[in-house]
């Protein structure tokens, strides 16, 4: 499985990007798709997971009520809208994606396949 993130940039502070996340390859073994962030000196963190059949979505504190994860099969396609978003916000926004669907689902452990990065900067 082969992913590649897309839809970065820079926005100001209260606006919206959204993220896409295209999956290639054994697509149809995905069970579970998430988005991580890494901002300059911190660790990579978990943003929000999506796991389908059935379909259940989980956001970190932080995010919830601003970003949304969606998925799109016909595409092979995982989304992140990000509205209002906040200075703080600013990292690289990193895909993965796992054949398993039970267990935990917040932890870079929990994903064999990653995808290289998009970089999102929000301006105060």
């Known amino acids: 499985v082969q992913l590649v993130e897309s839809g970065g940039g820079l926005v100001q502070a209260g606006g919206s990007l959204r993220l896409s996340c295209v999956a290639s390859?054994?697509?149809?073994?995905?069970?579970?798709t998430a988005w991580f962030r890494q901002a300059p000196g911190k660790e990579r963190e978990f943003v929000t997971a999506i796991r389908w059949n059935p379909i259940s979505t989980y956001s970190t504190d932080s995010v919830k009520g601003r970003f949304t994860i969606s998925r799109d099969d016909a595409s092979n396609t995982v989304y992140l809208q990000m509205n209002s978003l906040k200075p703080e916000d600013t990292a690289v926004y990193y895909c993965?994606?796992?054949?398993?669907?039970?267990?935990?689902?917040?932890?870079?452990?929990?994903?064999?396949?990653w995808g290289q990065g998009t970089q999102v900067t929000v301006s105060s």
């Open positions: 390859g054994r697509t149809f073994s995905i069970h579970k």
């Open positions: 993965a994606a796992d054949t398993s669907y039970d267990g935990t689902f917040s932890y870079s452990s929990d994903y064999t396949y």
